[in-house]
């Protein structure tokens, strides 16, 4: 899927998948929701609201109240590509999300996950 396609996504429905894959393994949306707002700034009621209405996912980051600097500790492969080496600011934005949920679905504690 292109980059542009992906920036297009409605966050809402995003979000929905983020926390489908995180259930399936047991874990649930609180820890989804404090993982976003971890990485994004945004508060719990800033984020329901993002829920409630049409925010493309491109969108959703390039308008973070303030991306948590320790996000650029978060090492690893998304989707064939390490997320560190990855060239496109927006694109690594979001494969930073991809790869803290990742970490949720296979059992990583919670601190380990927010770089504590």
Request: hydrophobic share 35%; proline share 3%.
């Amino acid at each position: 899927m292109g980059s542009e396609k992906i920036y297009q996504m409605d966050f809402s429905k995003v979000y929905r998948l983020l926390v489908n894959k995180a259930e399936k393994k047991g874990r649930t949306r609180e820890e989804v929701d404090e993982i976003i707002r971890w990485l994004t700034g945004y508060s719990q009621t800033e984020l329901e609201g993002m829920l409630e209405r049409l925010v493309p996912y491109g969108d959703f980051f390039r308008d973070a109240p303030e991306l948590n600097e320790n996000r650029r500790l978060i090492k690893g492969v998304v989707c064939g590509v390490r997320v560190e080496e990855m060239e496109e600011p927006l694109m690594r934005e979001i494969r930073y999300l991809d790869k803290l949920i990742d970490e949720l679905a296979r059992g990583k504690a919670m601190d380990k996950i927010l770089r504590k």
